[in-house]
């Protein structure tokens, strides 16, 4: 008896690994640090997976919401197939491929895959790749970048309050749609990012950083705008459509880009 389910499981394991997919198991080749935030302002949640290989990135992008982003994930570095589903308990709905791609992950980096485009026109969904490769900041200091994944140019004012007058030159000046301004260095403390249309005061959207957690003796430093060595990227998402499930107000959303000690720490 014990042969006998050993051999049919031999069978399914063989006929599994002749499907059109070919789905494999995860190798020791070259890895990189991977996440996805979705910028999708026409649906509600998605699921995004690996569908070329079993891996623990298979759970990484699971129920993800509009301006929500995933921990970053070590997934293997090489061409990968990914698709995209709507986040649903109907077999019907969650069934459907909002996307299917191929998306060659390079060796040795920290990357984003921000999902965007509306999913009501077709060939309009895809993956944006950003790097977050910067550097530690300088010693007391953070970095802060903002990307626009808004379909227009917008400006940045790295203040230190949401209630705080933008004036003079922006930070991050005719920021364009989908990219990412270069990181600059600020005093650990008080930071906030106001995010204006180009060439006015209209502001858009407003996000203090976040706190760096209370400190517990004998751990380590957590993330936050009063912890040295963090690099943040601060998102711009634009309002979504009418009739659209998701927020309609633009938002600005931190997110950590590098723990104070992602290079070591001593406690």
């Not at 003079?168 to 403390?189: D, E, I, Q």
Request: proline share 5%; aromatic share 6%.
């Amino acid at each position: 008896m014990r042969f006998t389910r050993l051999l049919l499981l031999g069978l399914i394991v063989g006929a599994a690994a002749c499907d059109d997919d070919k789905v494999t198991t995860s190798s020791e080749g070259p890895h990189s640090d991977l996440r996805f935030i979705s910028a999708i302002a026409d649906t509600g949640a998605v699921d995004i997976s690996f569908v070329d290989q079993i891996d623990a990135s298979n759970q990484l992008g699971k129920n993800l919401a509009f301006r929500a982003g995933t921990a970053y994930q070590p997934v293997e570095a090489k061409a990968r197939h990914i698709r995209v589903f709507p986040t649903s308990l109907n077999i019907n709905a969650t069934s459907q491929v909002l996307l299917d791609t191929t998306i060659t992950i390079p060796a040795g980096q920290r990357i984003t895959l921000l999902l965007v485009g509306p999913t009501k026109t077709a060939g309009q969904l895809k993956f944006v790749m950003i790097e977050d490769n910067a550097a530690a900041p300088a010693a007391g200091q953070i970095n802060v970048r903002a990307v626009n994944a808004s379909t227009g140019a917008i400006s940045g004012f790295l203040v230190n309050a949401v209630g705080d007058a933008v004036t003079g030159t922006a930070t991050f000046n005719n920021l364009a749609s989908l990219a990412a301004s270069p990181y600059v260095g600020r005093a650990t403390g008080a930071a906030a990012l106001r995010f204006t249309d180009v060439g006015t005061t209209t502001v858009r959207a407003s996000q203090v950083g976040p706190n760096a957690p209370t400190a517990i003796p004998g751990a380590f430093p957590g993330a936050g705008i009063q912890s040295a060595g963090t690099n943040f990227s601060v998102y711009y998402f634009g309002g979504a459509r009418a009739g659209s499930a998701a927020l309609q107000a633009p938002a600005a959303v931190w997110f950590v880009d590098r723990n104070p000690c992602d290079d070591g720490c001593t406690i």
